[in-house]
Each structure stands twice: as structure tokens, then as C-alpha cells.
């Protein structure tokens, strides 16, 4: 949509999508579909090669003499299965797990020169708060977020998003050959924290208001878990014209 | 996303019934001139943003429409996501930014001369909006301005 609006101003424009069936709906006028997992727009982390493969192809379609101009990625990569692997004996607690894992994740910043921390503003070293805040809002407690434009339950999920980056980098510094799924397959499963946070989850996606469960979907969901926003549709409530 | 038969059917549904524009037209304005000698800039519809700028928030009462500016030499170290979602693998984008954001591939497309010159400034949008009516009549747009007065004329999009 945003290539569309680009486009009729005058500029021209060309995109990556991950989704075929949304562009043909679409119609922007020029599309590379890379048939690769959501988040991995250019296929592959820390390969420069198979990224500029991606985008040659895409501007090689700004040479078409007309539109709209759909083309696939020839290289296709189908998302790794996680092996699912026997809970072991978790830590106690998600706070004391979280210090335990510190020395990886300090690692991991300085090897990157970055981090995916940051979103709550908490520095990472404050952390064990956040657990903290976590587990009481897990438990049905209130809690507040610390600007008033911030409902307590966004806190809480910017709270597990920054978490979890927290853990996801400590642990491809731990295990640089993991994928993701693999990565996440080990949070969910293994860690303390992984539970206390699908606690979390629970009680956003039991709050009956529409915007937390919609939260809690971000958090986690298993690959049987419908989408919440599906029980708030109705056949008019869909719109397929943007509007 | 792979081809939607390698999707369980779940999810695949999911893909199909989020609400997606139906068009049956498509703007096109050819490029003046070879990339080689054109302005490029990189939009990305991934919830980037620097690290200080106020986060994406999307509710389903109001869709977060808004956009950030990205000065194009912001370094890696800078730039936040705050679309988090558990729908996708973050780990690519945890460990190169240039999965999603490739600032580091048009730098090095601009050395070779396959690139004229990059913009200034890059943009970025919320994602999987589900309502994009003031994105598409009120800030898209206004970005689309503020490229054209940045010279730029060509527009790379990624998602995430």
C-alpha cells in the first residue's frame, strides 16, 4: 500500500513481500516475493552474498516497461522445525535465571555493538524489577506503567518483549548455531521465565477486552492458538478495501 | 512467509483472512533514470525506530499510522524495534540488522556504483496494521513529500 502511495507521487518504488496472496490483492507496482519466514526479509542473518541476491533481483525489476510486476525468489526457505525436547528440571526463579544468563548476554552486545533491549527504557541492569512487575501482573495484580499514555497491560508486553530479547541474545551468544524457532523452542520449554511469562499471556488473553488479548498474542502463542481478534469478527466487520 | 502449503492450517488461515486492500488498478511512474545514477531510499514497514523515539503502539481502536525518520547514518546500535511480535523469528534481525533493514548492503551497492546516492533520511511504519486508511491518505503521503524533497527517486520497501 505504502509502494501505491509512493508511486502516484511520482516516485518509483520497488518492495519485498512475504506474502503473495496479500500483494496480488494488493497490486503495488513492483514486487519481489521472497518465499521466506516473517522477520527474515532478505533470508538470511549475516550472509551479505544471499542478501544482495534478494536485492538485485528486486531492482532488477525497476527495468520493467510495465506494471504491475509480481516475481518469486527462486530460493525458498521453509521455516526450521524446533525440536521439542523433554522439560528438564527449570531453574526456581525467573529473576535468579536472568541474572545467570547476564554474562552471555554482555557478551553478546559487545561481539554485536548492539541489542533489541530497550523498548520499556529500563537499562537491562534493572531487570530483576521487571521480572518482579511481571509476576505480580501474572498474578492478577495491578500495576502501573510509568508514563500515563501507557496502559498497564502494553508495560507489561513491551516488558516480555524486552525480556525476551534479552534472553534470545544471551542465547545465540551461548549457541551460535541455533535458529530461532530453536531459540524460542528452549524459552518456552526449558526456562523459568518462558512459563511465568505464558502466565502473562494467560491473564491478558483472559481479560475479555479485545486490545490486551490482542497483546497477548505478540507474547506467545501455540500453533493451535486462534488468532483473538477472530471472535471479534463478523462477516461485516472484515473490510477488504483498506477502509 | 514460504509457500502457504507448508503452513499448518491454522495458520494459514490467519494469513488469508487478515484484512488485506483489494485493488484492481496500480500506479506507475517509470524511473527517470538508471539506478546507477538515481536517489534511493530504504522505507521499511518493520516498527523500526531510534532507540529514545517513542515506540509503535497499535490498538485495534486506532491503528499506529505514524511514522518514524530514520537519518540514513543512524547506527545499527541505535535503531529499536518495537514491533515484537511473537508472529515472527526476531532472531534474524537480533543478529544483522540487514535482515529486515539493509542499510549495510545499499552502502555497499553505493560503492560499487550501482546506486547513484542514498537519501538522507529513511522511514519507517508500524506493520500488520489492520486498518491503513490514514496511513494510506495522511502519512504515507506526507513521507512521499518528504522524499521528493530529499531528491529522492526511488523507493526500496521491506517488511518484516
Not at chain 1, 500500500?1 to 503473495?20: D, K, P, T, Y
Not at chain 1, 512487575?133 to 510509568?146: C, F, M
Request: glycine share 6%; hydrophobic share 35%; net charge negative.
Amino acid at each position: 500500500m505504502l509502494a501505491r502511495v509512493f508511486e502516484a507521487s511520482g516516485l518509483s518504488s520497488v518492495q519485498i513481500s512475504l506474502l503473495r496472496e496479500h500483494t496480488e490483492k494488493i497490486r503495488p507496482p513492483r514486487a519481489l516475493f521472497c518465499p521466506f519466514p516473517f522477520g527474515l526479509a532478505l533470508g538470511k542473518p549475516n550472509d551479505p552474498e544471499f542478501q544482495h541476491r534478494v536485492l538485485d533481483h528486486a531492482f532488477s525489476l525497476l527495468e520493467r516497461p510495465s506494471g504491475p510486476v509480481l516475481e518469486d525468489f527462486p530460493e525458498e526457505i521453509v521455516p526450521a522445525d524446533a525440536p521439542v525436547t523433554p522439560a528438564e528440571e527449570r531453574p526456581p526463579d525467573p529473576a535468579f535465571e536472568l541474572t545467570a544468563l547476564r554474562g552471555y548476554y554482555d557478551r553478546f552486545v559487545a561481539h554485536h555493538g548492539r541489542t533489541a533491549v530497550g523498548l520499556t527504557g529500563v537499562p537491562s541492569t534493572r531487570f530483576r524489577g521487571l521480572v518482579r512487575l511481571l509476576e505480580r501482573y501474572a498474578a492478577g495484580e495491578e500495576i502501573e506503567a510509568p508514563t500515563p499514555d501507557l496502559s498497564a497491560a502494553q508495560y507489561a508486553r513491551f516488558a516480555c518483549d524486552d525480556i525476551k530479547a534479552f534472553f534470545r541474545e544471551a542465547r545465540m551468544e551461548q549457541y551460535p548455531a541455533e535458529n530461532g524457532p530453536q531459540i524460542d523452542a528452549w524459552f518456552w520449554q526449558q526456562t523459568a521465565m518462558g512459563p511465568m511469562m505464558r502466565r502473562v499471556r494467560d491473564r491478558m488473553l483472559a481479560s475479555g477486552d479485545r486490545q490486551v488479548e490482542m497483546l497477548s498474542y505478540g507474547i506467545y502463542r501455540e500453533p493451535d492458538t486462534p488468532n483473538p481478534e477472530w471472535k471479534y469478527l463478523t462477516p461485516t466487520a472484515v473490510k477488504t478495501d483498506g477502509g | 512467509m514460504p509457500h502457504l502449503k507448508h503452513l499448518p492450517d491454522m495458520k494459514r488461515n490467519e494469513m488469508l483472512t487478515f484484512p488485506a486492500q483489494v485493488n484492481h488498478d496500480t500506479p506507475w511512474t517509470p524511473p527517470a533514470r538508471p539506478l546507477r545514477e538515481a536517489r534511493l531510499a530504504l522505507v521499511t514497514s518493520a516498527g523500526l525506530h531510534r532507540r529514545g523515539d517513542p515506540p509503535f503502539v497499535s490498538n485495534h481502536h486506532e491503528p499506529d499510522y505514524s511514522y518514524r525518520r530514520l537519518p540514513a547514518d543512524t547506527p545499527a546500535a541505535e535503531i529499536l524495534q518495537s514491533h515484537a511480535s511473537a508472529g515472527f523469528d526476531r532472531s534474524g534481525i537480533q543478529r544483522d540488522l540487514n535482515t529486515t533493514y539493509p542499510v549495510d548492503r545499499l552502502r555497499e551497492l553505493l560503492m560499487r556504483g550501482a546506486i547513484g546516492s542514498l537519501a538522507d533520511s529513511f522511514y519507517s511504519f508500524m506493520g500488520a496494521l489492520r486498518n491503513v486508511a490514514r496511513l494510506e491518505q495522511e502519512t504515507a503521503p506526507a513521507v512521499a513529500e518528504l522524499l521528493r524533497q530529499d531528491g529522492v527517486e526511488v523507493v526500496l520497501l521491506t517488511p518484516t
